[in-house]
């Protein structure tokens, strides 16, 4: 371990036996006992979860970890958390786990929220006064009043729900290991939760984070792992991680309607991630699938192929696009451009009606969206571009019919000097007129 590891992770491997006769578990626990791990030559087989896993998690560092189901997420994380043993490799951590898994803390209906919570923090290193410190922040958090002191079985599923993620947020850890537990509740809760989980990761401990929810993913995290079939697919920046993962399960729908579907290999639907670099303008971007009739060859922002540009909430702000098509023909299309912010929240859209044009084979067609002032607070935003037929909305709203082309989250505004108006909050959704101009 180097010092500034909390977490090391070294060619490991998890397979779950199968035995074909009882003398074969029988051995299989023998050597597991005397030896502190599985020996995989005692199996006759077995479902391989992880194969070969290599990573270093720093102190304070906070890691998302994404992936299909059964890919190997909840596998690592109960590795890690000490609740069996690896295959192959080897595992290093530095410091205390605190795993906060399904059904990690387990009420008893017939005692209140009060007495399980009393219960679950007996078994922590607490003194009284500190279980009592830890009993009223439980007792604030969930805002149950008088239900707080009923019996668990009159609580609606949100209010228990609640109480028990409070329960089993109450102490602290140098490293905290989650596993979808952060998607009950309304928006206020969610919110709630959402300021627990800061508090639970202040001070330098380190969040290891199984989530579907990309959203939340990027909040919480500045790295991600992505796991496909139990090997590591791509480790990085939670936005570009979480990005090139979405494209893969975009790339996936179009492949088939389950997707969980394991017959279908990342190789078949993203060998390259979706990377793929406009002819015209030069920038790498993330493409996802669509019909290909006409498809975006060049964007500019304010007259530069770039991929970022930092501008005042009130400087003019000029997008160029240069389409192609694959095939001479009149279209009407309808541009839309998507602004996320870096949670992954879609804050603005640009959108027009159609703009009905023939497209020669293989020959550009310009298209200028222009604004005096983009409207937008202060911070990072990042923009998908997205063409669409109108043509077949009418008969269909399947992606499959209708979209042309999508460039997702492949561009990236920087918003500085943003003074926030009193009372405007901070991530509206609205949209934003749009105006299509011919390029000489």
């Known amino acids: 371990m180097t010092q500034d590891a909390a977490i090391r992770i070294e060619g490991v491997g998890k397979l779950y036996p199968v035995f074909s006769h009882p003398w074969q578990a029988v051995r299989y626990l023998a050597t597991l006992v005397r030896r502190g791990r599985p020996d995989a030559h005692a199996l006759a087989g077995g479902v391989r979860a992880l194969t070969e896993i290599d990573l270093t998690i720093r102190r304070g560092e906070r890691v998302g970890v994404v992936g299909r189901n059964g890919a190997g997420k909840s596998t690592l994380l109960k590795l890690l958390g000490g609740e069996f043993p690896p295959t192959e490799g080897q595992l290093a951590i530095d410091g205390n786990v605190y795993c906060l898994l399904p059904g990690s803390v387990s009420f008893s209906l017939e005692q209140s929220t009060e007495e399980n919570a ?48 409070a329960v089993a947020t109450a102490q602290t850890a140098d490293i905290v290991i989650i596993d979808e537990v952060l998607g009950a509740g309304d928006i206020y809760w969610a919110e709630k939760i959402a300021r ?21 993913i990027n909040r919480y995290c500045d790295r991600a792992v992505w796991i496909e079939r139990g090997k590591v697919v791509m480790d990085g920046p939670a936005l ?39 002819p015209d303008s030069g920038q790498t971007v993330v493409r996802w699938p669509g019909r290909g009739d006409v498809t975006v060859s060049g964007v500019w922002l304010n007259d ?72 937008l607070a202060q911070g990072k935003f990042h923009i998908t571009v ?33 003074p926030r108006r009193k009372g405007e909050p901070s991530s509206p959704v609205y949209r934003l007129p749009l105006t299509l101009e011919p390029i000489a």
């Not at 009130?314 to 098509?325: K, S």
């Not at 037929?389 to 918003?415: C, P, W």
């Open 304 to 375: 530069s192929a770039v991929s970022q540009l930092s501008l005042s909430p009130d400087e003019r702000f000029v997008l160029r696009l240069m389409l192609r098509a694959r095939r001479e023909s009149h279209y009407r299309l309808r541009y839309l451009f998507t602004f996320w912010d870096a949670n992954g929240r879609r804050v603005a859209v640009l959108e027009n009606d159609a703009d009905s044009v023939w497209i020669p084979r293989e020959a550009p067609h310009a298209v200028c969206v222009d604004l005096d002032a983009l409207g």
């Open 240 to 278: 570009e991680v979480t990005k090139r993962y979405e494209g893969f399960l975009e790339r996936l729908s179009w492949h088939t309607d389950d997707l969980d579907d394991k017959t279908v290999s990342i190789e078949q639907v993203a060998a390259e991630l979706g990377n793929e670099v406009l």
């Open 118 to 165: 009393r219960q679950h923090l007996a078994y922590l290193p607490l003194s009284p006064d500190e279980v009592e410190v830890r009993l009223a922040e439980i007792r604030d958090f969930t805002e149950l009043g008088d239900y707080f002191t009923q019996p668990v079985k009159n609580l609606s599923l949100g209010m228990r729900v609640r109480a028990e993620f």
């Open 196 to 216: 627990r989980m800061e508090q639970l990761c202040a001070r330098g401990t380190t969040l290891l984070l199984v989530s579907h929810s990309l959203a939340q």
């Open 386 to 418: 997205t063409i669409t037929d109108t043509t077949q909305a009418g008969n269909t709203t399947h992606e499959h019919a209708i979209r042309m082309d999508a460039l997702y989250k492949s561009f990236v505004l920087d918003v500085v000097d943003a």
